[in-house]
């Protein structure tokens, strides 16, 4: 129940055994464009794909040296690590950030980022985090956002790197130019493999202004693809084949389904932990994250001896706080293979390391309003 | 027999199906120590270890954006796709790079690099790529590289993305400041991890001086490393594995065993195929790399014809030319699992194949040629 990696199934670790192949061959153009093909149905979109060899951060810096010129006016959104990890890369690239700065927890508001449009008409493009990793806090107005965006004549970019395939990100309905997830969250295979796609008017300014380094160049993947729908640089093929079958275990048990999967099982985990007395970190239930629960720690509950009772004596894993949240909250994973099966299991592990610690929790509770929620599934 | 992505031995494919873990656990502790140590030993090296999660590229990358800054004075040979594509890389991040260009199958001198040294006093940095694998050219004259950097204070920089492993690289004895290697060659891992070597004066300067993006950034990698032995960000860990496996089946080996393999199986190759009339692209023996053959065809012989018998009817690949050298040349890989057994059925085959293509080729002499060398095992 990690916030990613998260638990790969069978099927997709069997498939990284695939016989190694010459990536220059029929065999690979075979598997890489079915791979596109893929990721085309689960980002919801007609635009280019590069899937990259390499993690998350990979793909987020490639979104943003491709894009990203010295003084170029961005705004985004930063209330944690990962959004200011995306905002460091755009000063690095010598972007002139318009930073919308908010507490751990709590989101921008459509208003704000609307009048930091008003503000800014020469912004050259949005950058925004869908799902904060570190809080557990999600940007639900993702849907709206590219009436600014084409009213600015500015790029829309999406960091989904743990969201994307737990939660609706239509990126052609969005109007979204460029989106980056990973493999290893929502998407269930084993980290290494991080797609991108990127629309048609990003890849004409990308071919155009094209960064100075080769890994992260996305004009070099374009060219290869469309010429001989080949990868410029040997990708890390049994991360490609595990990756494959991840999206097609999505694509048999329907998008809409994963979502709504995904939706209840963190509602029931919330609805769950809660009853038993834990409050979630992000207050306004909106922001809340669908893929990552972070819970308040009870007073005086010391954080590596629950996390390590959960995991010692239940096998539960879950993840400790972020940077200033260390100490101070968990975060539990509810993403990929996640089912009513792990809701309960984790909720009953909780109560019970909580039982053990001394805590006064009310187990029933929590297992039953749980066991009510899931039954949406 | 492909130039890489090479074999990847059963064991090593296997070690992929570990769990993934949580890359903030003891567990990952243990795997990432146990990948920096045997690496080392690889290397032959006490330096600092970083294992990317990248193809070999990603590495090399890495070995410029870290060192070259705007204006550094960079010496580096250039006769091949990548030594040009290092060239450009370097230029990239405004190196004022001294090129020594040789025709493509030529290296330069020992000489013409100390002149080039004696030239330029203010050189930054050396860079070399040791193997060529566009053109199946080595250069063979590292170990007395450093007394020219030493004198001039410059860094050593070697991307040996096709060779490590398969010849003797020590770091240490050579006083290499950074080197590359990617796992899909020599260390027959599957391709997706990209170690790197850092001596204590470069990183030194790659902490003081750090490049604008992240996932390149080797001192996140240090901070994290000799923090908690972590990685910055989440690892493509069934590669680790299997990266791992690969290494500790070279130890179990003995690396002097493995260099001489690798030595004997090309000097057989070379000896074989020209029994039978096919010429060594590289015209000086002490240029040929022993880990990418590289043949001229014989007068009229098609590559896709010749690659794609080789393949259908006898399950052997080999690699076709680079840029320039398509349908002038072909590639065959003698790196990771190659043995006596892999050489005599890739002269057996390519015999086959060329009589079947109407060619008139002594296969008796190729064979016993070989087989006379490979008794040197």
Not at 16 to 31: G, T, W
Not at 93 to 120: C, I, W, Y
Request: glycine residues 8%.
């Amino acid at each position: 129940m990690l916030p990613g990696p998260t638990n790969v199934p069978n099927r997709v670790m069997r498939a990284m055994l695939a016989p190694i192949i010459n990536h220059r061959s029929d065999d690979f153009v075979e598997l890489y464009t079915d791979v596109v093909d893929k990721t085309q149905q689960v980002f919801e979109t007609k635009n280019d794909i590069v899937a990259l060899s390499a993690s998350g951060t990979g793909a987020v810096e490639a979104g943003v040296v491709n894009l990203v010129k010295k003084g170029d006016k961005i705004i985004i959104p930063v209330n944690g690590e990962f959004s200011r990890r995306l905002s460091q890369l755009i000063e690095g690239q010598g972007g002139n950030v318009v930073k919308l700065e908010t507490p751990p927890g709590e989101n921008s508001t459509f208003d704000q980022v609307k009048e930091a449009f008003d503000n800014n008409k020469d912004v050259k493009a949005f950058y925004v985090v869908h799902n904060e990793t570190s809080t557990g806090t999600m940007v639900n107005y993702l849907d709206k956002v590219s009436d600014l965006t084409s009213r600015n004549d500015a790029f829309y970019v999406v960091d989904s790197v743990s969201l994307l395939g737990g939660a609706p990100l239509p990126v052609d309905k969005w109007n979204i130019d460029v989106c980056m997830t990973g493999a290893q969250k929502a998407i269930a295979a084993p980290p290494g493999i991080s797609p991108i796609s990127v629309s048609a008017k990003a890849k004409k300014y990308m071919i155009e202004n094209p960064p100075s380094t080769i890994y992260f160049n996305l004009a070099r993947y374009f060219k290869f693809y469309d010429g001989e729908k080949h990868t410029p640089f040997t990708p890390a093929l049994p991360l490609l084949y595990a990756y494959r079958e991840a999206l097609s275990i999505m694509l048999e048990e329907g998008l809409q389904n994963v979502f709504k999967r995904h939706k209840v099982c963190s509602d029931a985990l919330y609805t769950g932990l809660s009853a038993m007395g834990l409050t979630p970190f992000v207050k306004k239930e909106e922001d809340r994250s669908i893929s990552i629960v972070a819970l308040n720690y009870l007073d005086g509950l010391e954080d590596k001896t629950f996390r390590s009772t959960l995991a010692d004596k239940f096998k539960v894993l879950v993840a400790g706080g972020f940077g200033d949240l260390k100490g101070k909250v968990f975060r539990v994973g509810c993403m990929g293979e996640v089912s009513p099966y792990h809701v309960m299991r984790t909720i009953s592990a909780i109560s019970s390391t909580l039982a053990m610690m001394g805590y006064d929790v009310d187990a029933k509770a929590g297992l039953k309003t749980a066991e009510e929620k899931l039954k949406a599934l």
